[in-house]
């Protein structure tokens, strides 16, 4: 028909089904990431061992304990366990080696710690029994002196919880001063430093809530800017999809509600009169 507009193609929905499909997945992104941060802050990894002393701890309480043997005549040794499992033991004589029923050990002082850890969820406390023990000879009131001036030291109950090893191990060097403070032996041998020997390093610190989940916490960062990064090419698309003049019918009403108007070429004039002259004929 000459005077007919043409019919509104219908759009395709290509288009609405990938911003459908876009719009499906990030909610699903954003929704694992949010499991994951809940998972993550729920479960966590709730490591209850009890560490035993650093390498280096061990092989460098070992010689002030022997020199401390030699001056003094008393074998010295450390003791740590958690319940009923031996994490470590030393002496004078060396590292896995106990004071209490070792040969050439009349006279022993063994200071022992047993550490026990709770999780997380539980409302019981994590807890350190510390206790001072000695060849008969000693007496009880002494070896309980010796145990008090542990605390001269700073080594606690929150300590030993805190670094199990560290602890055991410079408690087990503090006893032939505890012992001479005590009246039990003469004044111990000052160790010789090796200046050579490189100083112990610190304990590691830290929050321990985000050390044991920090795997957790990576992956829901990551989830989150994929999220982000599908709802920003959703909004981009959306917004080149409904530019005016973009996809619209040519009998479409625009944004205004008017309808758009489409300009036909201009019929020569010369064609009009021909066409009339014939329908006179």
């Known amino acids: 028909m000459a005077g007919g507009t043409r019919p509104a193609q ?11 499909w876009q719009a499906a997945l990030g909610a699903a992104v954003l929704l694992g990431a949010v499991g994951l941060c809940v998972v993550g802050a729920v479960s966590g990894s709730d490591d209850l061992s009890v560490p035993a002393p650093a390498t280096d701890e061990r092989t460098e309480t070992v010689p002030i304990l022997r020199d401390a043997f030699a001056s003094q005549g008393i074998c010295y040794g450390w003791r740590l366990t958690d319940g009923y499992d ?6 004078n004589l060396g590292d896995g080696t106990a004071v ?22 539980s409302e019981a406390s994590d807890s350190a029994w510390i206790r001072v023990q000695g060849s008969d000879d000693l007496g009880l009131a002494a070896l309980q002196a010796v145990e008090t001036g542990l605390g001269w030291f700073g080594l606690d109950e929150d300590v030993f919880i805190d ?3 560290w602890a055991i191990t410079r408690a087990a060097t503090t006893l032939p001063l505890l012992a001479a403070e005590a009246g039990l032996a003469g004044p111990a041998a000052t160790p010789s430093a090796d200046p050579a020997a490189p100083a112990s390093p610190l304990p590691a610190a830290g929050n321990d809530f985000w050390r044991d989940r920090w795997g957790w916490l990576v992956a829901a960062v990551a989830l989150l800017l994929l999220a982000a990064l599908f709802v920003a090419v959703g909004v981009v698309q959306r917004r080149r999809t409904t530019a005016p003049g973009r996809g619209a019918a040519a009998d479409a009403p625009s944004r205004s509600g008017r309808k758009l108007r489409v300009r036909a070429p201009a019929q020569r004039a010369g064609a009009e009169a021909a066409g009339r002259t014939r329908e006179k004929s």
Do not use: F, N, Q
């Not at 219908?10 to 459908?20: D, F, H, V």
């Open 86 to 91: 031996v994490v470590s033991v030393g002496s």
């Open 100 to 121: 209490g029923d070792a040969p050439g050990c009349p006279r022993w002082i063994e200071v022992s710690a047993d550490i026990t850890y709770t999780s997380e969820s």
């Open 10 to 20: 219908a759009k395709p929905l290509a288009k609405g089904k990938s911003r459908g």
């Open 163 to 165: 670094d199990p090893g």
